[in-house]
Each structure stands twice: as structure tokens, then as C-alpha cells.
């Protein structure tokens, strides 16, 4: 028997649930549809980066509202999620990438957008105590820092349920087709319909996007992170490089969080992925140099997230270009965490109000379509 | 002196230098493979043989006729081809049958064409109140410092739990003049009529006739409380005393050293880091690689031997390692294959070894309570969560042991699970009303064995990072 619903989100990711979590207060009745559990995969594993620094342009106005709603989180969904906003750091290692950050800045700025700031190496040293004294300066955004992803992920989807969500895991959404200006989705031996179909599967959303007839320049792939021992407390904010693959951050109880997207190589279909050793040695490599007391720490673990990431390496967000009713929320090649919040009430202004104030234009799947490209 | 492997591409690569790892290596340099056997110990032995080409302990009747065993096969190796690396560190493997190894401070890559896994057993967690006290320590920790340094117990010393190994430690501890003031065990009645069934097996077994002359030795020495039901440890930062309850009777006795024990189960952090699928054994209560008849695993090219693949004893693990390197043999040089014992001879060599390990399952089957802690005892001992909290959690959305790190850090410390990953298993599955296999158990990682980010900062660079150097 089909189950009549509202909307139809696929993927329980932070987007996913997110999205599911604001249908909900819009006083919606969604279902929540995960093939594994809510968090599986990049949303649960990745690096939990709350970051507005050094995004791409047509993402800011997105982040920004994001941002709004991290700083009252536990407003949201009765969880911390572990959010704590030191700052993050852009660390230019010489005077090249300093002009880079300047230029950035200025750049921004001329945009309306003033959360990036340009620093001097005392700024830095300031903030940043343990960096080696080489580094001339660099960008901070200071209202940006970091968020325990599984925590979140899970929260959102906790309270997705409780407000009226329909949750469903471990079986995957199938069968997906449109009749009668309704969506229909198989789960299992269940089936539900609604007008609205959100696809917010990450990894799996250019499968779905492709078979509706949009296909898009996505790859699958899985950046690796590692995380050491307790090492004593020596730094706040998120620090990330401006010319190397390396991001880091210290949590409250001493474990250091290493990464910067280096990637491990994923095997889609069987959940798994095999992860690069070599290049979680340059990473090494350039925590040794850049930080002498972490020499001693231990590499307790290190995993890698299976995610989409576009060949222009910004989302793919906001209503299909051929079908009625359809959402793509996805792609957002190793930088989503943070916009997850504002993307999901985003998302529901699209499907309950037919718009939103954020500027969201440039995100859409239609660009790939579109006869300037 | 420690050196780094010689090749970086071997036929065979066998993990863990035990009875399995021993028997084959031995067995798959004698096939002609190129062969390299990695071992974590200062020498050959594993647990069951640790120290044997090194012991001080030289009155053989005193580690018993069983350990000295050990000499044969490390004879074997020896006269082999094999090489061997001992204090190495292996802290990753993949599907790609890709090994990362410690060796003295600094990480190799070698690749091999099969791996046998032969990483043995570990003890099961015994969470019991007060178990994290210094002072409480496992049977295993015990008699690894009684072999390899000749050290026992001259303190207060109390023993609690069950199995085989129990008895052999306690024997071994007063053969060489230890102290041991009480042993509370913990096997539960009832397992004695559920063995039964299995009893005939067992009389025919080796273990019949050694299991009870070692107890009769260690009952004719020390005072036995058998049908113990309850277990707490207690004492102020330090180990004072221990309470226990046997035939409705609670009791209290000072101590200073307590060694539990309720058997070994399989070490399967490597193999799992893997990849290899894992299944919940019902008998033995703990996750055993899923296998065929050679110890092949669901990984191509990876097969597991020894107490790794299920516990079957140190005589069954040795033949598991021969069966493991005979089909290496057979996919690598089947006409060196064809020289070696027969499968028939083998697979007949097993089940002999295996007799009677039904009735020890069955009889040393722990009992609950010592399982499935309660209230505010210590599950995972790197993050410090209770089983309260971890029913909490359950209690608002945890569904199994990965969900539950969005709640709790359990099995994210350094240990990866091997002091709680069974207990939170259990725990979850007892309060969900699932069975284990349907709970799960952590998703584990490498490295599976903690290294330095300063010997990971060290590892020789990729052709993508000199390229980018070039490139300027």
C-alpha cells in the first residue's frame, strides 16, 4: 500500500536531515529515506569543520545563513553538537600566498562580504601560537570553528523524528518515478508518494539525478582524515593551509584532528574505501614541520567519507530543470558540513514558499545545462 | 638488531609468529613461495609459546610438556627460507593485500600475492565493578610476565573466572613458588549438564586427561570457590579487596593483586580493518571471520589461521596454519603444492585437534552477568562510559556500536575496541532486544596498532608528491 506524505527526502545525510528537520517545522510530513543509517558516510565521517573561510563565491550567501543558525544550534535540535567557534585560520607560508589572501579579501570585500580578514604574522602568532615563526600572516574568520559531525547528523535526524518525520534505514530508496504529478518511491516492501521529491543521497545523488533524465559532471570520492592521541592543549581555532593539502584542529579533549583532502580510493558499492598511506604521510610530513610539539603524538586512526564532488566543486541546489515537484541537494565536493543547516532551511523555503532570500542562483543543476557552457 | 623487510613484494606474507604463523611460514618457504613472517614479539611464540627460544624458565615440567611444543615448529622455521622480522609492527592491511609495517621505529610497504593471518586470540573483556582498579590485571598479563621473566605473584593474590587457561596459569603460578590465596570460579552450573552431550568428545581429547590432573594439582594447593555468580573488585585508587558471591553467599577477601580471566576470543582488528567479513558465533560468544575450508577469508588472497579464525586450541592452530600455506601453495605453485602432506592428512590432523573443543565451549561458556555489565561499571576503559551510559544513549536513538559513537567516544581511544567491543555489543544487543549479529560491531581502522606521526612523517614519499615538487 502506498503511503501518502508531503515530501520525499532521499539521503540521510546532514542534508538530508536537515531538510527533513525544516519540512517538519514548516509543518510538513516528510519521509526520511537512508539506504544505511543517518551519518554513514561523509556527513558522519568528515571533519566537522563549521567554515565560512575560503569558500567559493557562489556558496557564500548559503554559508552565511548557515553560520546564522550554527551559533544557535541547540535552539534547533536540543544538541550542542559539540559546536564550538574559535576561528579558523588560513595560513599563508610566504609572502606569495600572503599577496593571494590580500587579494582574496579586497575581493571579498568589493563583494559585500566582510567575514574574511586579512592578518599579519602577529595576528597569527596570536591566534595561532604554535606555528612555525616562517609564516608571515594570513585570513582568519573568526565567527567560523568546528562541530562533532556524527553528533550533528544524528541530532538533526533525532529531531527530524520527533517533530512528525517519517524515518527510514538501512533499506534503500528505489524504484523512483513520477505519476500523476505525484513522486513514488519503493523502500523495501513499503512505497510512499508525495508532490515533492528532495534528492540529497551524496554519493548516490548523481545515480538518481541521471536516471530523472539530469545528468551531471560528479565524481565519487573519499577524503581522508586521521586523528592522533591526546596531546596537550595548544590551539583553538581551525587552521588551514593556503598552499598545502593540510587541515587541522585541536579538540577539547586533546585529540588532534589531521586532514586537508587527501584522497583514499572508494569502492562505492560495497561501503568501503581503501586509504592512501603515502599521502597521509605528506600530511604527516607537514604537521612535523609546521607544528614541533605535535612530534610526539600518536596516529590513533584514520578513515575516509564517501562523497559527491562536481567537476566545478560547488553543490548542485535548488529545483530541477525538467521535473516538477524535483529538489537536487548535493555535490558539495568535501565542503557541506557547515552548510548544511542553512541548505535544509533553505531547501524548505524552495518547496513550501516556491523561494528563498538567500542567494542561492548560482548553485543550480541548470548551469550545466545552460548554452553559455 | 630489527631490519626492514628485503623485497617489497613477496609470495606470501604470514602475520603473527604463534603456532599458526610458525607452522605457515614454515610450510609455505618450504613450497618454494617467497615467504615473510611478521611478528610483533621480541621472538617467536605468540602467546601460547611466548619466549620459547628465550624463556629463563628451563625446568621443563613447570611451563609443562605442551609448551615446549613450540621448539619443534620454531626449528621448522628456522630451517626454512622463510624470512622473518620480529617487533614488527603490521598496523595496516587492505583488500588490495597492501601491508604497512613498524620495524624498529620506522613504517615499510610490502605487497604480497597472500596473507595469512595469524594474529591469534585476545582475552575477553571481564567487566565486572572495580575492574579498572591498578591491581586487577588479566590472566594473560600474568602469564605472559611469569613466561617471559620468570615473575609470579608474592602479594595477596585471587583468581576469578574460568576456562582452561585458568587452571594452567594457576599451575604454573605455583609450580614456580608464586602466591595465590584463593580462585573464585565462575563457570556456571548449568553449563555442566549442557556439556554433557558433548562429554564423550572430550574423554577422547588430550585435554580430558591434562585439564584434570592440572586441576587436582592446583586443588590439593589452593582453596576453590566454585558456582561464584557475582564479582566486584574494591579499594581506594588501589585494589583492596575482593567481594564475591557463591551459593547465595556474599563474602569479602583483602587482596592486592586480582587476575581474571573467562577465555580468549579472536583478535580480529586486522582482518576486520580489512575488510573480511566477520559473523557472531553463538558458542563462543565473539565475531569469527567467515571462512572456507582453507582458511580463505571474503578478501581475495587473504586466509586466516590459528585462534584468529575461532578459538580451537594451540594443536588445531598449528594445522590451520599448514592447511592456510598448502592452498597459497596450491594457487602459487601447485607442483610444489603436490610435494607437501596431503589435504586429506591435514583436514584429518584437525579434526583430531579440534575433539572436544564443543564440550569446552559449552562449558566455559561465560555466564551473563560477566558479560553484560550493569550501572556505573566501566565498559569502554579509553573514554570511561558506563554501561548506564550506553543504555542512556540506546535509550534516545543509538541503534549499534557505530551510532553510539555520535553519543559516546567508545571504541574511539587507542585501544579500537579490543577492551569493549564485545561488552558494547552484548550490552546493545540485550537492550534492543537483537541479537549480536544484528547489532553489529565497530567499523575498525588502521592503524589498527597506534604509530608516531613523526614514523608516518618519515615514510618515503609517493611519485604524486615528487611530481608536485617538480612542478614547482
Known amino acids: 500500500m502506498t503511503k501518502n506524505v508531503d515530501a520525499i527526502v532521499v539521503g540521510g545525510g546532514i542534508h538530508g536531515c536537515s531538510t527533513a528537520l525544516h519540512l517538519c517545522l514548516a509543518g510538513l510530513k516528510p519521509v526520511l529515506i537512508e539506504k544505511d543509517y543517518a551519518g554513514r558516510h561523509a556527513s558522519g565521517v568528515n571533519a566537522g569543520g563549521v567554515r565560512q573561510l575560503a569558500r567559493h563565491i557562489p556558496e557564500i550567501p548559503l554559508s552565511i545563513r548557515s553560520m546564522g543558525i550554527w551559533e544557535k544550534i541547540s535552539d534547533l535540535v536540543d544538541d550542542d553538537c559539540s559546536f564550538e567557534n574559535y576561528g579558523q585560520v588560513l595560513v599563508a607560508e610566504n609572502e606569495e600566498e600572503l599577496a593571494v589572501c590580500r587579494a582574496r579579501v579586497a575581493e571579498l570585500n568589493t563583494l559585500g562580504f566582510t567575514h574574511e580578514e ?94 530523472l533524465g539530469e545528468p551531471v559532471p560528479v565524481e565519487t570520492v573519499a577524503p581522508m582524515l586521521m586523528i592522533t592521541s591526546r596531546v596537550p592543549h595548544f590551539i583553538d581555532p581551525v587552521v588551514i593551509l593556503r598552499g598545502r593539502k593540510l587541515s587541522f584542529k585541536q579538540f577539547k579533549n586533546g585529540t588532534v584532528l589531521i586532514g586537508g583532502g587527501h584522497l583514499a580510493t572508494p569502492y562505492q558499492d560495497r561501503n568501503e574505501t ?100 | ?119 591469534g586470540a585476545l582475552e575477553r573483556p571481564f567487566p565486572i565493578p572495580g575492574w579498572t582498579l591498578p591491581g586487577v590485571m588479566t590472566a594473560g598479563a600474568a602469564q605472559t610476565m611469569l613466561k617471559s621473566s620468570a615473575l609470579v605473584p608474592d602479594r595477596r593474590t585471587v583468581i576469578a573466572g574460568q576456562g582452561p587457561l585458568l587452571w594452567l596459569l594457576a599451575a604454573q603460578i605455583l609450580r614456580l613458588g608464586g602466591r595465590i590465596d584463593r580462585i573464585l570460579d565462575t563457570t556456571e552450573r548449568g553449563n555442566y549438564f549442557a556439556a554433557l552431550p558433548h562429554a564423550f568428545a572430550f574423554l577422547a581429547s588430550p585435554y580430558f586427561r591434562k585439564g584434570l590432573s592440572m586441576m587436582r594439582e592446583v586443588k590439593a594447593k589452593v582453596q576453590v570457590v566454585s558456582g561464584v555468580t557475582e564479582l566486584a573488585a574494591s579499594g581506594d585508587g588501589q585494589l583492596a579487596g575482593v567481594s564475591y558471591v557463591a551459593g547465595g553467599k556474599r563474602e569479602t577477601i583483602p587482596a592486592d593483586l586480582l587476575l581474571l580471566h573467562q577465555g580468549v576470543v579472536p583478535n580480529v582488528n586486522l582482518a576486520m580493518a580489512a575488510g573480511v567479513d566477520h559473523r557472531w558465533d553463538d558458542l563462543q560468544l565473539c565475531w569469527s571471520p567467515v571462512l572456507d575450508a582453507s582458511g580463505n577469508s571474503s578478501v581475495a588472497g587473504i586466509a586466516i589461521a590459528g585462534d584468529g579464525a575461532g578459538i580451537g586450541g594451540a594443536s588445531a592452530a598449528v594445522v590451520r596454519g599448514r592447511i592456510a600455506a598448502r592452498a597459497a601453495a596450491e594457487a602459487l605453485a601447485p607442483a610444489a603444492a603436490a610435494k607437501l602432506p596431503a589435504l586429506a592428512t591435514l583436514r584429518s590432523d584437525l579434526a583430531k585437534a579440534e575433539r572436544g573443543r564443543t564440550f569446552l565451549d559449552t562449558l566455559f561458556r561465560p555466564a551473563p552477568q560477566f558479560r553484560i555489565p550493569a550501572g556505573d561499571t566501566i565498559v569502554c576503559r579509553c573514554e570511561e562510559v558506563t554501561a548506564k551510559d550506553i543504555l542512556d544513549a540506546v535509550a534516545i536513538g543509538a541503534t549499534g556500536p557505530n551510532q553510539l559513537k555520535a553519543y559516546r567516544r567508545t571504541g574511539m581511544g587507542p585501544c579500537q575496541g579490543r577492551l569493549c567491543g564485545l561488552t558494547v555489543t552484548e550490552l546493545m544487543a540485550q537492550a534492543r532486544a537483537k541479537t549480536p549479529q544484528e547489532i553489529g560491531y565497530y567499523r575498525l581502522r588502521a592503524p589498527v596498532k597506534p604509530i608516531t606521526l613523526a614514523e608516518l612523517a618519515a615514510v618515503p614519499k609517493s611519485e604524486d608528491d615528487i611530481k608536485a615538487v617538480v612542478r614547482g
Open chain 1, 118 to 211: 586579512l592578518i599579519d604574522a602577529t595576528e597569527l602568532r596570536r591566534l595561532v601560537p604554535a606555528v612555525a615563526e616562517t609564516c608571515p600572516g594570513g585570513v582568519v574568520s573568526r565567527r567560523d570553528g568546528a562541530a562533532n559531525p556524527a553528533q550533528t547528523t544524528t541530532a538533526f535526524r533525532r529531531k527530524a523524528e520527533q517533530l512528525g518525520a517519517i524515518v527510514r534505514e538501512g533499506v534503500a530508496a528505489s524504484n523512483i518515478r513520477q505519476s500523476e504529478g505525484l513522486w513514488h518511491v519503493d523502500v523495501g516492501a513499503e512505497s510512499f508518494a508525495a508532490p515533492v521529491l528532495v534528492n540529497a543521497a551524496g554519493a548516490w545523488a548523481g545515480t538518481i539525478a541521471a536516471t
Open chain 1, 274 to 373: 581503501v586509504l592512501d598511506w603515502k599521502s597521509l604521510a605528506t600530511s604527516a610530513r607537514t604537521v612535523f614541520e609546521l607544528f614541533p610539539v605535535m612530534r610526539d603524538a600518536t596516529i590513533v586512526r584514520a578513515w575516509a567519507g564517501i562523497e559527491a564532488k562536481m567537476k566545478d566543486d560547488i553543490p548542485v541546489f535548488g529545483p530541477s530543470s525538467r521535473h516538477k515537484g524535483l529538489y537536487h541537494q548535493f555535490g558539495f565536493s568535501l565542503h557541506g558540513f557547515q552548510l548544511g543547516p542553512g541548505a535544509g532551511a533553505v531547501m524548505a523555503e524552495l518547496i513550501v514558499n516556491g523561494g528563498t532570500q538567500t542567494r542561492i542562483g548560482d548553485l543550480g543543476i541548470d548551469r550545466f545545462y545552460s548554452p553559455t557552457l
Open chain 2, 1 to 119: 638488531m630489527t631490519v626492514a623487510p628485503k623485497r617489497e613484494d613477496y609470495d606470501v606474507v604470514v602475520i603473527g609468529a604463534g603456532p599458526a604463523g610458525l607452522a605457515a611460514a614454515a610450510t609455505s618457504a618450504e613450497a618454494g613461495l617467497s615467504t615473510l613472517l611478521l611478528d610483533e614479539n621480541i621472538g617467536p611464540g605468540g602467546q601460547v609459546f611466548r619466549a620459547i627460544a628465550s624463556t629463563p624458565v628451563t625446568e621443563r615440567n613447570q611451563l609443562g610438556a605442551d609448551y615446549w611444543v613450540g621448539a619443534d615448529l620454531v626449528q621448522a622455521l628456522r630451517a626454512s627460507n622463510a624470512e622473518v622480522i620480529h617487533r614488527a609492527t603490521v598496523w595496516s592491511l587492505d583488500r588490495n593485500l597492501e601491508i604497512a609495517v613498524s620495524v624498529g621505529g620506522a613504517s615499510a610497504f610490502v605487497k604480497a600475492k597472500r596473507v595469512i593471518l595469524a594474529t
